[in-house]
């Protein structure tokens, strides 16, 4: 028997310890006449010039793709067959090859053994870290051959590509929308089964999607990572920032009807827009039916449901279900009274306000100088909808 006197692995042949040992002392003695690249045993080398020739003697008899390598037939033809001959032993999951449930396995363990040398983040496969580094590198190796556009990553590029050829090769069983990514059809699907698998730990709401658990959980936290370069204000979400710049200081709406000629700064206000010509109410309320224009509409309606009102004064702790509603609240001669008497200026107030009795009853007060409207409140004052007029 032929031991390896490092990891004590036995082998049948010295031959395959001597290939065996080139792991650990990081030999490589075969190189590509082409490229340089060096590689530790023979069958690498010989593998790696198909690379250049283009030779895929491999083909598979079911739907003529071809491989370079036996072994990816081999897993390929998995596909056809459904064939996934290996578990995991704590989810019952399986999979294709071997490599994936190793990889897969690490979900359960936790163990991330590839990490980063420049910025010390861990990864659970090499590729990612591979990807990773090509952030600090800013190294983009796959280029589009029709528009110049270069990637990080080959699958990136894979995806970008379906922008010109129009492909979209992952539809949905249920309304048959298609898609250019696998991972959106997961996502839409989501919409059907309600699935909400990403929940905050802080108040237990769920979501469908991880990004927009993270959006949330900046609500708890107070972050702003968007600020405006005009007027200091700060967002939660990039199209907030955008949405504002439009809506506050450019003035820019590059969204048009193509039925009435109306503009408008944001795509979503476009599609609400046209759901007046059509008539179309998509989003419907799971306990009393009723239906709706918008998303922040069945939002405002099914407050009376839930009882909720996350929106509150700072002053006399009275709740509202929007930013807006909270924004007249505190605009009214009464809220402005208490806020002279107790001499406390919150800061969505103008300490012009209070200067005299006769500048804070005259003045007003513009929405966007008194808070920070959030994404419901902007999408109301587009449409110029009173909250209290939507029906509940």
């Known amino acids: 028997m032929n031991t390896c006197d490092i990891c004590k692995k036995n082998f049948t042949q010295k031959s395959k310890l001597v290939v065996h040992m080139r792991f650990h002392t990081g030999e490589k003695p075969f190189s590509c006449d082409q490229c340089e690249k060096y590689f530790s045993t023979n069958r690498d080398l010989t593998v790696h010039k198909r690379i250049h020739t283009g030779e895929k003697p491999y083909s598979c008899d079911q739907c003529e793709k071809t491989f370079r390598q036996s072994c990816d037939l081999t897993k390929h033809k998995r596909i056809h067959t459904g064939d996934k ?27 991330k053994p590839y990490s980063c ?77 309600g699935k909400k698998p990403y929940s905050c730990d802080q108040c237990e709401k769920s979501f469908s999607l991880n990004r927009d658990l993270t959006v949330h959980k900046r609500i708890h936290t107070g972050e702003k990572p968007f600020s405006c370069d005009q007027c200091e204000k700060t967002f939660r979400q990039s199209n907030e920032l955008t949405n504002h710049k439009r809506i506050h200081h450019t003035g820019e709406k590059p969204y048009s009807c193509d039925q009435c000629g109306n503009t408008f700064a944001t795509s979503s206000e476009l599609t609400r827009h046209k759901r007046f010509h059509i008539g179309e109410n998509p989003y419907s309320c799971d306990q009393c039916e009723k239906t709706f224009k918008s998303g922040w509409e069945l939002a405002v309606h099914e407050s009376i449901h839930t009882g909720e009102k996350p929106y509150s004064c700072e002053l006399c702790d009275k709740h509202y279900i929007s930013g807006l509603e909270l924004s007249r609240h505190e605009k009214s001669p009464g809220h402005l009274e208490m806020i002279k008497s107790c001499n406390k200026v919150p800061p969505f107030v103008s300490i012009s306000l209070i200067k005299c009795e006769e500048v804070y009853i005259k003045e007003e007060i513009k929405e966007e100088e008194i808070f920070d409207e959030d994404p419901l409140s902007i999408q109301m004052r587009a449409d110029n909808i009173d909250p209290l007029s939507i029906e509940m």
């Open 85 to 111: 001959p290996y578990s995991c032993d704590q989810c019952e999951k399986t999979f294709r090859q071997s490599c994936d449930l190793t990889k897969h396995k690490r979900i359960h363990t936790g163990d």
């Open 117 to 193: 040398d420049q910025c010390e983040k861990t990864f659970r496969q090499s590729s990612d870290l591979t990807r990773h580094k090509r952030i600090h590198t800013g190294d983009k190796p796959y280029s589009c051959d029709q528009c110049g556009n270069s990637f990080t990553n080959s699958s990136s590029l894979t995806v970008h590509k379906r922008i010109h050829t129009g492909e979209k090769p992952f539809s949905c069983d249920q309304c048959e929308k298609t898609f250019k990514e696998g991972s959106n059809l997961t996502k839409h699907k989501r919409t059907h089964t």
